[in-house]
């Protein structure tokens, strides 16, 4: 059984700056890269960032220079500091990890809310 149980969402004020966590459990194995999603009301879910077991990283480019993904291998965690953060960044935030020896499996955390506003 995996988990990924993320923290770290919360109310901030424009301009204001979080740090998301999501930590892996269970029986996986291999990850291939992992990843933050977002979802706003209305809207469909988007990656914001990805960082892959090589360490290269992807963002989109509404956050770009504000997001940075970095991960903890040996703690299976991943992290995602957001800063100059914007009322538009509000959404609900989801880990997503890819994983696995042969076929590879998608793992999604819960999702932690995060809201920009004053």
């Known amino acids: 059984q995996v988990q990924l149980v993320e923290s770290g969402g919360g109310l901030v004020q424009p301009g204001g700056s979080l740090r998301l966590s999501c930590a892996a459990s269970g029986s996986i194995f291999s990850i291939k890269a992992m990843a933050w999603y977002r979802q706003a009301p209305g809207k469909q879910r988007e990656l914001v960032a990805v960082i892959t077991s090589g360490s290269d990283t992807n963002y989109a480019d509404s956050v770009k220079g504000r997001f940075t993904i970095s991960r903890d291998n040996a703690k299976n965690t991943v992290y995602l500091q957001m800063s100059s953060l914007k009322p538009e960044d509000t959404a609900v935030y989801y880990c997503?990890?890819?994983?696995?020896?042969?076929?590879?499996?998608?793992?999604w955390g819960q999702g932690t809310q995060v809201t920009v506003s004053s």
């Open positions: 997503n990890v890819r994983a696995g020896l042969i076929a590879t499996i998608n793992y």
